[in-house]
């Protein structure tokens, strides 16, 4: 592998980590929330990594993961916390868009978005104890990836 290559992939990783790190300040201790996002980072990566996700959509991918819970007005808060941890302008826009639509499943414009979604789902459906009934349906109606699809088939015996 090229030496550029790998350092562009080691800064992506480092700065997914940062990204982590003050997350975990952000909520100050609380481990609901810590646990959730890492949960939902655990997953998103896996199956954006499944998926072949380019490394670009990956990064975005795993930068919305950590951050898409945010509290309060989202986007401002989202946006100083990647600026803090030195993300680009153009990964923290679209990791905003991501964020601001993760409860709207009609912007879905790209995959890394589409798996964001489909890993919170799967996520939130066992912290909430979503019904059966209610995760097929939701299942038939949002989730479009194979991998995804094969992630909440066996995660909730369906």
């Known amino acids: 592998m090229p030496k550029e290559i ?3 992939a080691k800064q992506r990783t480092q700065d997914v980590n940062r990204v982590a790190l003050r997350m ?3 909520y100050r201790g609380d481990m609901d929330k810590v646990q959730h996002f890492v949960r939902v980072y655990t997953l998103a990566k896996s199956i954006g990594e499944l998926e ?3 490394d670009e959509e990956q990064f975005d991918l795993e930068l919305a993961a950590v951050v898409h819970n945010v509290e309060g007005d989202r986007i401002p808060v989202v946006r100083d916390i990647l600026r803090e941890c030195g993300v680009t302008e153009a990964a923290a826009m679209k990791v905003c868009h991501m964020v601001e639509n993760t409860e709207n499943y009609e912007h879905i414009g790209t995959l890394d978005h589409q798996i964001l979604i489909e890993a919170k789902l799967i996520v939130d459906f066992k912290e909430q104890n979503t019904p059966e009934k209610e995760i097929i349906r939701k299942a038939e109606d949002i989730f479009l990836t194979n991998t995804g699809k ?7 015996h369906l």
């Open 6 to 8: 790998d350092a562009a």
């Open 24 to 26: 975990k300040q952000y």
């Open 52 to 54: 072949h996700l380019s």
């Open 150 to 156: 094969l992630f909440l088939k066996r995660a909730f």
